[in-house]
């Protein structure tokens, strides 16, 4: 299985916050999960936590490596940029990673760097990784908030996924 290629000072480990989630399933393939999690504006119809999605620069309404863009999410207005690009190609992981950033002071500054990884599996199986790690003092308050909000809201967005992409399948039919 494939890994998430982590920048510079964005390494698991040595950051103030970590969260990985993973789904593995059956029935559906990448290229139907791509489009769902590679257009920012499908987002909050299946994740409740994501909301005011926006391209910058004139781009969108799929993401591109470069693009810049905005959403909300955990109560936090994100300015991202993707950083990573790689839509489906059979045998290998179709990935996507943005930087995202809130705030302007050393109190509430947060950099994150947030990773998706779809690949196909034997068997028919599909998995689904999602891995973020952040860095300022917003993420060392998330780090001990009990229950995970980070952990809990990213399964709330791969589960939700996975529900659209199934209701997508079986409306086209």
């Keep these: 299985m494939s890994d998430i290629l982590w920048p510079a000072g964005y390494v698991p480990g040595f950051t103030d916050n970590y969260c990985s989630n993973e789904v593995i399933v059956t029935g559906l393939s990448v290229e139907e999960l791509w489009p ?3 257009t920012p504006h499908l987002w909050p119809t299946y994740y409740a936590n994501s909301a005011n999605t926006r391209f910058y620069d004139g ?5 591109a490596n470069g693009d810049r863009f905005y959403f909300e999410t955990f109560g936090f207005p994100v300015e991202a940029k993707v950083v990573e690009h790689v839509p489906p190609v059979v045998g290998q992981a ?9 705030g302007s002071t050393p109190e509430d500054r947060l950099d994150v760097h947030h990773a998706w990884l779809i690949e196909e599996l034997s068997g028919g199986r599909v998995r689904i990784l999602t891995q973020e790690t952040q860095v300022g003092k917003p993420a060392q308050a998330l780090a001990q908030a009990k229950p995970n909000p980070m952990i809990n809201g990213h399964q709330d967005w791969l589960e939700g996924m996975v529900a659209a992409a199934r209701e997508i399948k079986n409306t086209s039919r």
């Design 59 to 63: 781009k969108g309404p799929e993401l």
């Design 36 to 38: 769902l999690l590679n």
């Design 94 to 102: 179709a990935r996507i990673a943005w930087h995202g950033w809130a």
